[in-house]
């Protein structure tokens, strides 16, 4: 799904792939929260399914915040970003689980979720809210090209087996 994911970043305003993915999963959280009585009655499956397609929209949001991040950020300030977004992934790593398991214990499924949709809507608004071009600069993006994926794709497994560094691998 990766290379689906990649092209579609590249292939399309980055605004308009980090919005769609994120009003996804605000749908897909609201019609969990909503319908969690009838989700339940088949709980594996629901959550499994949540966590599948909450997992595709964070793959596009990932891969679009990254392709985006030398637009929205002055260039002597990106080094500063990837290290503060660094400490924040570490931090998050380590503290989610504990913070996860705490207020699974003490709240019910149902609230636990809900406080997933509003965290999403927030990160919803702070995405409207975000200039991705704050510092624009022409991308290969720009220079949309009419190859199709699968000829995008070619391309790809062509440089990586001309490749000395990657053949290798």
């Not at 019609?31 to 399914?49: C, D, G, R, Y």
């Not at 397609?53 to 596009?60: A, E, H, K, R, T």
């Not at 720009?142 to 000395?164: A, V």
Request: glycine share 4%.
């Amino acid at each position: 799904l990766t290379p689906l994911i990649g092209y579609l970043v590249d292939r399309f305003p980055h605004k308009g792939v980090a919005l769609s993915a994120q009003i996804t999963s605000v749908i897909v959280m609201a019609i969990f929260v909503f319908n969690i009585k009838t989700a339940l009655q088949l709980p594996a499956l629901s959550i499994i399914l949540l966590v599948t397609l909450l997992n595709v929209c964070d793959g596009f949001q990932s891969t679009d915040y990254k392709a985006s991040s030398n637009q929205m950020v002055m260039a002597e300030d990106l080094q500063k970003l990837v290290s503060l977004e660094q400490l924040g992934s570490t931090i998050t790593t380590l503290a989610a689980p504990i913070l996860g398991g705490v207020l699974y214990s003490y709240l019910s499924l149902r609230i636990f979720s809900l406080i997933e949709l509003i965290g999403e809507t927030i990160v919803l608004l702070f995405i409207m809210a975000l200039r991705f071009r704050y510092f624009a600069l022409k991308t290969q993006s720009e220079k949309k090209s009419d190859d199709s994926i699968w000829q995008s794709f070619k391309q790809g497994l062509t440089y990586i087996t001309t490749s000395t560094i990657l053949r290798p691998l």
